[in-house]
């Protein structure tokens, strides 16, 4: 009995480990361009701050942009480290469902994201992965994004530099 008992403690302070070992994204951040690779459609589709705030079963945060007017557009968005799938509305009221998981090492981040784009009536599916992780001791955050839709595939890589 005594045993199980410390097997069964063993395993529960196994998996509080590797939940506490998982990165930690939290802070602000801001564009690197230098240091990007902002494929097909250059700077204007990458957001140029970060606001991240993180929580145990979550990571929340606001991407800053700016439209094709010029505009500062701010989106904010919820992600759940337990699979399952949120929503948050992005670009003119579009819908976007992600579900995000950790690597076997909790040092990347991987986001899979559905967008239903709607511009003016007409809903365009944009297909989403994002790979999160900590570069540079933990003072830059490289997010690789690939957007698959009609518009064709996109990638870039974006590095952010922490906020001092």
Request: glycine share 6%; proline share 1%; hydrophobic share 35%.
């Amino acid at each position: 009995m005594s045993i199980a008992l410390s097997a069964a403690f063993l395993l529960i302070c196994s998996a509080a480990t590797v939940n506490a070992q998982n990165a930690n994204f939290a802070g602000d951040w801001t564009l690197n361009e230098g240091k990007s690779e902002l494929g097909q459609f250059g700077a204007r589709m990458a957001p140029k701050k970060l606001k991240i705030e993180g929580q145990a079963d979550a990571i929340s945060f606001e991407r800053h942009s700016t439209n094709q007017n010029g505009d500062a557009v701010t989106t904010k968005e919820k992600l759940s480290f337990d699979g399952k799938e949120t929503e948050s509305t992005v670009w003119n009221n579009s819908k976007k469902k992600s579900s995000a998981k950790w690597s076997a090492d909790g040092q990347t981040l991987n986001v899979n994201s559905t967008i239903l784009l709607d511009r003016n009536g007409e809903v365009t599916e944009i297909k989403v992965t994002e790979v999160w992780k900590l570069i540079d001791n933990g003072q830059a955050l490289a997010l690789e994004s690939t957007s698959n839709s009609s518009f064709g595939t996109n990638t870039m890589k974006l590095v952010y530099d922490k906020a001092k």
